[in-house]
């Protein structure tokens, strides 16, 4: 597991983000939770996945719905500042989403491969197993990733729903 390098403040950040991803699957969706901060720590959009039947649309994750909110709440200049905490990973469309929102950092718990190692083959979640830091290597802007932390409180929120 990767030292913790962020701040208290931060930490509860991503805590936060694994507490929405608890709420995901108390209402009936997947695990996931994230939420955008600016850049001085004050929280500007959270969301969790809305991602299944009867409701839910399959792009719904939590990470593109939380950056696209932030986007429309503080603008483009102020995304550059903020940063999306996320309970996982993200996938290679919520990387896309928050590359093209313009969002400078990205802090998650529970690295896209030990996530793949908790789902398996399940049919919910066909992982695509591409690290967050592997497509933004073909952008043409740097956005600072930090991450895997606190896997194991992250991975914690899906023990028991991959069965």
Do not use: K
């Not at 998650?108 to 190692?117: D, H, N, T, V």
């Amino acid at each position: 597991m990767t030292e913790n390098p962020l701040t208290d403040a931060e930490t509860a950040l991503l805590r936060r983000s694994v507490e929405l991803a608890a709420a995901a699957r108390e209402a009936g969706n997947h695990p996931f939770g994230a939420l955008v901060a600016d850049e001085y720590g004050e929280i500007v959009a959270e969301a969790w996945n809305n991602a299944l039947p009867p409701d839910g649309d399959p792009t719904q994750h939590a990470e593109l719905r939380a950056v696209a909110a932030a986007v429309r709440a503080i603008g483009p200049e102020q995304m550059r500042r903020a940063t999306l905490f996320t309970s996982a990973e993200p996938c290679a469309m919520c990387t896309g989403a928050a590359y093209w929102t313009g969002v400078g950092r990205i802090v998650y718990g529970l690295a896209e491969s030990s996530l793949l190692a908790l789902t398996g083959a399940h049919e919910q979640n066909p992982t695509l197993d591409l690290p967050c830091r592997e497509v933004l290597r073909h952008g043409q802007r740097e956005i600072a990733v930090l991450g895997p932390l606190l896997e194991d409180e992250a991975a914690r929120v899906h023990d028991g729903y991959w069965v």
